[in-house]
């Protein structure tokens, strides 16, 4: 599925919408250049899943929990992982494969551990449809 998005707020609602329909043990992995949304999504898919407390990106923590929404939300950023083994570290598996919502952010750099079921989505700018313009594509992945 591609939705077209044209500012961030309808970013930030897709994401809503996203966490109102979210249930629990799904993995959602995401990969964006800088500056594209993700945390925008992120935390509209925060408020789908009823949390009220602010999401921030957990660049240098590498996963943030919140639990006191509808679901627990596991926030990932896994930008600044060196070594693959530093998710075993945080107890990666325990998240994905527990009884939350997972969010990954830039996937793409932990590919080979990775639960087969999940839920991809990219999001991509297009400048010359306008700088706020967002191409979001949405794709389940199953074993």
């Known amino acids: 599925m591609i939705i077209e998005t044209r500012s961030a707020k309808e970013t930030y609602q897709l994401g809503v919408e996203i966490g109102k329909k979210a249930t629990k043990g799904q993995v959602y992995t995401m990969v964006g250049d800088l500056g594209v949304g993700k ?7 925060a408020d789908g899943l009823e949390i009220t407390e602010p999401i921030n990106s957990p ?3 590498i996963v943030q929990v919140y639990d006191e929404g509808r679901l627990p939300f596991y ?3 896994v930008y600044r992982i060196g070594d693959i083994s530093e998710m075993d570290e945080i107890g990666f ?3 994905v494969y ?11 750099l932990i590919e080979e551990i990775l639960p ?3 839920i991809e989505i990219t999001i991509e700018k297009d400048l010359e449809q306008g700088f706020d313009y967002r191409k979001i594509t949405i794709e389940e992945k199953e074993a």
């Open 39 to 45: 945390t925008v999504f992120t935390q509209g898919m």
């Open 59 to 61: 660049t240098f923590t």
């Open 75 to 77: 926030h990932f950023d």
């Open 93 to 95: 598996d325990d998240y």
């Open 98 to 108: 527990g009884d939350g919502v997972s969010l990954i952010e830039w996937a793409n």
């Open 116 to 118: 087969e079921n999940r």
